[in-house]
Nanobody, 116 residues
Framework: QVQLVESGGGLVQPGGSLRLSCAIS????????VSWYRQAPGNQRESVAA???????WYADGVKGRFTMSRNDGMDTVYLQMNSLKPEDTAVYYC??????????WGQGTQVTVSS
């Protein structure tokens, strides 16, 4: 049973920072991609960043230079460091892991609210 558990969301003022965590069962090498998505009310879920066993991390244009995705040395947790947050970053943030056979697993999501 694959489990992904996000944490770290909350309320932050514009310009502030948050770091999200996603604990994943098993080694990250099991998956060919681990991604962060977000969904704002009334909007479709959109991809934000993705990390792969090799190669560069991918970022959506709207978060480049502000968000950084990383993984821990134990290779079982990924992070999303979010700086210079804007009200439009407000959303539920989800972690997704994709296996090489195409199976996908999602976490339960964590709410991020950017407001003064």
């Amino acid at each position: 049973q694959v489990q992904l558990v996000e944490s770290g969301g909350g309320l932050v003022q514009p310009g502030g920072s948050l770091r999200l965590s996603c604990a994943i069962s098993g080694s990250l090498f099991r998956y060919d991609a681990v991604s962060w998505y977000r969904q704002a009310p009334g909007n479709q879920r959109e991809s934000v960043a993705a990390i792969f066993p090799t190669g560069p991390t991918w970022y959506a244009d709207g978060v480049k230079g502000r968000f950084t995705m990383s993984r821990n040395d134990g290779m079982d947790t990924v992070y999303l460091q979010m700086n210079s947050l804007k009200p439009e970053d407000t959303a539920v943030y989800y972690c997704k892991a994709r296996e090489q056979n195409g199976s996908e697993y999602w976490g339960q999501g964590t709410q991020v609210t950017v407001s003064s």
